[in-house]
T-cell receptor, first 115, second 113 residues
Framework: GAVVSQHPSWVICKSGTSVKIECRSL??????MFWYRQFPKQSLMLMATSNEGSKATYEQGVEKDKFLINHASLTLSTLTVTSAHPEDSSFYIC???????????FGEGSRLTVL | DQQVKQNSPSLSVQEGRISILNCDYTNSMFDYFLWYKKYPAEGPTFLIS?????DKNEDGRFTVFLNKSAKHLSLHIVPSQPGDSAVYFCAASDGSGNTPLVFGKGTRLSVIA
């Protein structure tokens, strides 16, 4: 079945640095990718919707200058957490919507730990 | 190996009847479960959740049942409405904050008027 891969699966960084997380659709083209943030014991929070070749649409309350999203190709979207702080520590999960069918597939998540 | 399984890719139900969507899991460390609903061209939205200390959680027309011994949960929608037609994803977590949510592959529900 279709696979969505996230890289890195776990990253530890110092406060103030920027971290890039990749989301790839491995065997299908994804016109739309979604980025979520996960908190313990809580549901996912949708951060932004990313469409290939256009600017991402951010949810209310999500700082677009802090969470930079780029969807440069039909198989790759990236989330860059700029000037990361400890409160940004979380799991970030992407999902990708298959171009022809709209079927949705989830990545396995990337854990960000900011020291 | 899939840790969260939704064995029915699709389900059709008559309007007004009960919709039952099933989800099985294999990891005994999971203790928090969520259901998400997804309309075409939109991202999934949170629907309802249940902690392993409960066996039932109800919110309006939506009820989630958890059977820990069978590692099985189900989402009941009563009465089903055409607007409920969507893809429903089951997700599980160990609640520790150390592991990401694990999702099933989804079940497409069609409620027929």
């Amino acid at each position: 079945g279709a696979v969505v891969s996230q890289h890195p699966s776990w990253v530890i960084c110092k406060s103030g640095t920027s971290v890039k997380i990749e989301c790839r659709s491995l065997d299908f083209q994804a016109t739309t990718m979604f980025w979520y943030r996960q908190f313990p014991k809580q549901s996912l929070m949708l951060m932004a919707t990313s469409n290939e070749g256009s600017k991402a649409t951010y949810e209310q309350g999500v700082e677009k200058d802090k969470f930079l999203i780029n969807h440069a190709s039909l198989t790759l979207s990236t989330l860059t957490v700029t000037s990361a702080h400890p409160e940004d520590s979380s799991f970030y999960i992407c999902s990708a919507s298959e171009a022809n069918t709209g079927e949705l597939f989830f990545g396995e998540g990337s854990r960000l730990t900011v020291l | 190996d899939q840790q969260v399984k939704q064995n029915s890719p699709s389900l059709s139900v008559q309007e007004g009847r009960i919709s039952i969507l099933n989800c099985d899991y294999t990891n005994s460390m999971f203790d928090y479960f969520l259901w998400y609903k997804k309309y075409p061209a939109e991202g999934p939205t949170f629907l309802i959740s249940i902690s392993s200390i409960k066996d039932k959680n109800e919110d309006g027309r939506f009820t989630v049942f958890l059977n820990k011994s069978a590692k099985h949960l189900s989402l009941h929608i009563v009465p089903s409405q055409p607007g409920d037609s969507a893809v429903y994803f089951c997700a599980a977590s160990d609640g520790s904050g150390n592991t990401p949510l694990v999702f099933g592959k989804g079940t497409r529900l069609s409620v027929i008027a």
